[in-house]
């Protein structure tokens, strides 16, 4: 990874200004937490954490130059010229006219489909991610998943496992379901599939189906220049462009998109919604003011609009991303030099741990992932996130039963190498005593995204 010689540590296009203590928990502390949490690690204390791999959501370290951009905040209630600012941002990158802050992503997603989405009503999407699906059903909707078939093996090497399965999606179109689609949404990058990026080709075939169809197609744009970043690597005759550049073909494919900008924007709250259709901007700013707030600031304090703004175009500079998809992949390596099997290729914002080959021995019952996920915390103090039958077991379409997979999600510009080599240490350490991994049983299961607040115990 670049400039730094033998090693594959990736150069951090960054020096340290602020620092904040790392708590060192002791295993009985960590025991008790376990306790107290029902097993469920949304339920840390985060002074009980000593390296939270939980979400990139949100979680990013915010530059000088956003820090500053803070300070500048202009906090009227209308007109802010923080919005002015951020509308410009997010309409030269994506090209959409029609911008509307939201407070995150679900907030965005809740926007769209409340104004799209009827009961009984089918939304196509590559592979939802859990509060997509969790909206699209809220309003009676049923999400269907149309990844390609490589998305679903973890050892397929497919430089693109984000693609959309075409000959689904152009069966889908074609039949008699037709007139229930009221839109067919593209995740890039896809988060429940491990990270992987969508191709420009597959969007440009996925972008002709719909308009054949005239079905407006929507893009889930949370990481989108990671998936640029890819794009610019792998796709024959891309290498030339920049991000940007990348970026215009992408959206110039869409109709509109939702963005959670706690992911590729760097800030640790804000979303919007974008779309080319001037008929749905009225409704979705009707719904805007119903749900989030006036339309010039979204659910959001102006100064957050002036960070989001900074956040999302220093989200698309080349050497940041190099950094940021070097030390996603060296982590992946320093896992993979101790034999432990993950979810292939390395994805843009996590490596994802393989629980079925890593946990051979346990059944599904046991609830391998979640076991997985706890024991290590209790290894090293280490937070991740279950992405498998607990998250989206209650959800299945039946198309195809739930990758299982625990997530290590990497922060953007928090961890250096040094954290990285111990959680490979620790992980390494539990993969070698894996055979003594015990499952667990759900003793409270919420109905709605039940991973969340769920409990578990040991078995
Ligand atoms: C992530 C999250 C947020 C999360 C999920 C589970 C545990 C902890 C945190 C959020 C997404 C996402 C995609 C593709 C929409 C949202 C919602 N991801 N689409 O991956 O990944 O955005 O959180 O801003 O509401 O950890 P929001």
């Given at each position: 990874m670049?400039?730094?010689?033998?090693?594959?540590?990736?150069?951090e296009?960054?020096?340290i200004?602020?620092?904040?203590a790392?708590?060192n928990?002791?295993?009985?502390?960590?025991?008790a937490a376990?306790?107290?949490a029902?097993?469920?690690?949304?339920?840390?204390?985060?002074?009980?954490i000593r390296?939270?791999?939980?979400t990139?959501?949100g979680?990013?370290?915010?530059?000088?130059?956003?820090?500053?951009?803070?300070?500048?905040?202009?906090?009227?209630?209308?007109g802010?010229?923080?919005f002015?600012?951020?509308?410009?941002v997010?309409?030269?990158?994506?090209?959409?006219?029609?911008i509307l802050?939201a407070?995150?992503?679900?907030?965005?997603?809740?926007l769209?489909?409340s104004?799209?989405?009827?009961?009984?009503?089918?939304?196509?999407?590559n592979?939802?991610?859990?509060?997509?699906?969790?909206?699209?059903?809220?309003?009676?909707?049923?999400?269907?998943n149309?990844?390609?078939?490589?998305?679903?093996?973890?050892?397929?090497e497919?430089?693109f496992?984000?693609d959309v399965n075409l000959?689904?999606?152009?069966?889908?179109?074609?039949?008699p379901?037709r007139?229930?689609?009221?839109l067919?949404?593209?995740?890039?990058?896809?988060?429940?599939g491990?990270g992987?990026?969508v191709?420009?080709?597959n969007?440009?075939?996925?972008?002709?189906i719909?308009?054949?169809?005239?079905?407006?197609?929507?893009?889930?744009?949370?990481?989108?220049?990671?998936?640029a970043?890819?794009i610019?690597?792998?796709?024959?005759?891309?290498?030339?462009?920049?991000?940007?550049e990348?970026?215009?073909r992408?959206?110039?494919?869409?109709?509109?998109?939702?963005?959670?900008?706690?992911?590729?924007?760097?800030?640790?709250?804000?979303?919007f919604v974008?779309?080319r259709?001037a008929?749905?901007?009225d409704?979705?700013?009707?719904?805007?003011?119903?749900y989030?707030?006036?339309?010039?600031?979204?659910?959001?304090a102006?100064?957050?609009?002036?960070?989001?703004a900074?956040?999302?175009?220093?989200?698309?500079?080349?050497d940041?991303?190099a950094?940021?998809?070097?030390?996603?992949?060296?982590?992946?390596?320093?896992?993979?030099?101790r034999g432990?099997?993950?979810?292939?290729?390395?994805?843009?914002?996590?490596v994802?741990?393989?629980v079925?080959?890593?946990?051979?021995?346990?059944?599904?019952?046991e609830?391998?992932g979640?076991?997985?996920?706890?024991?290590?915390?209790?290894?090293g103090?280490?937070?991740?996130?279950?992405?498998?039958?607990?998250m989206?077991?209650?959800s299945?379409?039946?198309s195809h039963p739930?990758?299982?997979?625990v997530?290590?999600?990497i922060?953007?510009?928090?961890?250096?190498?040094s954290h990285?080599?111990y959680?490979a240490?620790?992980?390494?350490r539990?993969?070698?005593?894996?055979?003594?991994v015990?499952?667990?049983?759900m003793?409270?299961?919420?109905?709605?995204?039940?991973?969340?607040?769920?409990?578990f115990?040991?078995?």
């Open positions: 670049g400039s730094t010689g033998e090693s594959r540590q990736p150069f296009p960054f020096r200004k602020v620092v904040e790392i708590p928990p002791s295993p009985e502390r960590r025991e376990l306790v107290r029902g097993y469920n690690l949304f339920g840390l204390l985060s002074d009980e390296v939270d791999l939980l990139d959501s979680t990013s370290a915010m530059s000088d130059r956003q820090w500053a951009g803070l300070q500048t905040g202009d906090e009227s209630y209308a802010s010229r923080n002015t600012h951020f509308e410009a997010a309409r030269e990158i994506t090209g959409f006219p029609h802050p407070h995150q992503g679900r907030a965005a997603e809740n769209l489909f104004a799209m989405v009827q009961p009984g009503m089918i939304v196509p999407n592979m939802h991610f859990d509060t997509t699906q969790a909206h699209v059903r809220h309003k009676g909707g049923i999400p269907q149309l990844a390609i078939s490589e998305a679903y093996d973890p050892r397929s497919h430089p496992k984000g000959e689904r999606l152009q069966a889908l179109l074609d039949g379901d007139p229930r689609i009221p067919v949404m593209v995740t890039i990058t896809n988060n429940t491990g992987q990026p191709s420009l080709t969007l440009t075939a996925v972008s002709a719909c308009q054949a169809h005239h079905v407006p197609l929507y893009l889930d744009m949370c990481r989108w220049a990671e998936n970043y890819f610019k690597e792998r796709e024959p005759g891309m290498s030339g462009l920049s991000i940007g990348i970026g215009h992408i959206f110039a494919l869409a109709d509109g998109a939702t963005m959670s900008a706690k992911k590729d924007g760097l800030v640790n709250i804000g979303g974008a779309t259709d008929e749905l901007f409704r979705l700013k009707e719904l805007l003011i119903l989030e707030g006036f339309p010039t600031y979204g659910g959001l102006r100064r957050d609009l002036e960070a989001m900074i956040g999302l175009r220093e989200a698309m500079e080349f940041y991303l950094y940021r998809v070097g030390q996603v992949r060296y982590l992946a390596e320093r896992l993979e030099a432990v099997p993950i979810f292939r290729p390395v994805g843009g914002h996590g994802y741990l393989d079925t080959r890593f946990l051979d021995h346990m059944d599904p019952k609830l391998p979640q076991a997985l996920v706890v024991e290590i915390y209790r290894e103090g280490i937070r991740t996130v279950e992405i498998g039958s607990i989206f077991g209650d299945e379409d039946g739930p990758l299982e997979l997530r290590l999600a922060p953007r510009r928090v961890y250096t190498s990285m080599e959680v240490e620790c992980v390494g539990v993969y070698a005593r894996r055979k003594s015990r499952g667990l049983r003793t409270h299961s919420p109905e709605r995204l039940r991973h969340f607040t769920a409990r115990a040991p078995l």
